[in-house]
């Protein structure tokens, strides 16, 4: 059976790693993980790093994506009414 690690915990392990204070065999008994699962960590936190420098640029994108998303909705809205006031206007106009 596998053992499933909090990403709390993982975390842990790999800001240890990256401060390279104890050896890989020291960790690895300490927190009780196998070698390559200390090692994989310490990569996907290196690779996860730009991204939790990106956050203002990922709330303007959002921020953006909804104004775009609203304008959108707003477009929508007013075509439907058009639309409804033409079929409106040309079922009266069929029956004169």
Do not use: C
């Given at each position: 059976?596998?053992?499933?690690?909090?990403?709390?915990?993982?975390a842990k392990?790999?800001?240890?790693?990256?401060?390279?204070?104890?050896?890989?065999?020291?960790?690895?008994?300490?927190?009780?993980?196998?070698r390559?699962?200390l090692?994989?960590?310490?990569?996907?936190a290196?690779?996860?790093?730009?991204?939790?420098?990106?956050?203002?640029k990922?709330?303007?994108?959002?921020?953006?994506?909804?104004?775009?998303?609203?304008?959108?909705y707003?477009?929508i809205?007013q075509?439907?009414?058009?639309?409804?006031w033409?079929?409106?206007?040309?079922?009266?106009?069929?029956?004169r």
């Amino acid at each position: 059976m596998r053992k499933k690690y909090s990403n709390e915990f993982k975390a842990k392990v790999a800001i240890a790693m990256l401060k390279e204070q104890d050896t890989i065999a020291e960790l690895s008994s300490r927190y009780q993980a196998h070698r390559t699962l200390l090692t994989k960590w310490k990569k996907e936190a290196i690779a996860g790093l730009p991204d939790i420098f990106s956050t203002v640029k990922q709330t303007k994108a959002k921020q953006d994506e909804e104004q775009l998303q609203n304008e959108l909705y707003k477009q929508i809205g007013q075509l439907k009414v058009e639309n409804d006031w033409l079929k409106k206007k040309n079922n009266s106009i069929s029956f004169r």
